[in-house]
């Protein structure tokens, strides 16, 4: 079992940075992938990005390629996901999720575990 918990959302103009935080418990964390997700009003929840279980590998949407970073730190069983050049579409309830699959996951259904959100509004 994995508890998982979102921090670091708020409100920021477009242009800005934001980065969020999963902090994770329970046993086995180094042994899940882990992934953000995101949903806006109105819409389905959608893949951000992934990385796989050592953290050598990454994997992100067209829309926040080149922009956003995911990274973990076993060691303090956290992962993390750097949003740069926010734009106002950005805003979203945003969701990190482990995995047991050891490799990059996209499908939402393929995720074992999930945190409750936490809220970023990008203003223009």
């Known amino acids: 079992q994995v508890q998982l918990v979102e921090s670091g959302g708020g409100l920021v103009q477009a242009g800005g940075s934001l980065r969020l935080s999963c902090a994770a418990s329970?046993?086995?964390?180094?042994?899940?992938?882990m992934g953000w997700f995101r949903q806006a009003p109105g819409k389905e929840r959608e893949f951000v990005a992934a990385i796989s279980w050592t953290g050598g590998s990454t994997y992100y949407a067209d829309s926040v390629k080149g922009r956003f970073t995911i990274s973990r730190d076993n060691a303090k069983n956290t992962v993390y996901l750097q949003m740069n050049s926010l734009k106002p579409e950005d805003t979203a309830v945003y969701y990190c999720?482990?995995?047991?699959?050891?490799?990059?996951?996209?499908?939402?259904?393929?995720?074992?575990?999930w945190g409750q959100g936490t809220q970023v509004t990008v203003s223009s």
């Open positions: 999720a482990a995995s047991r699959l050891h490799t990059t996951v996209v499908r939402t259904s393929l995720y074992d575990y």
């Open positions: 329970g046993r086995g964390f180094s042994r899940y992938s």
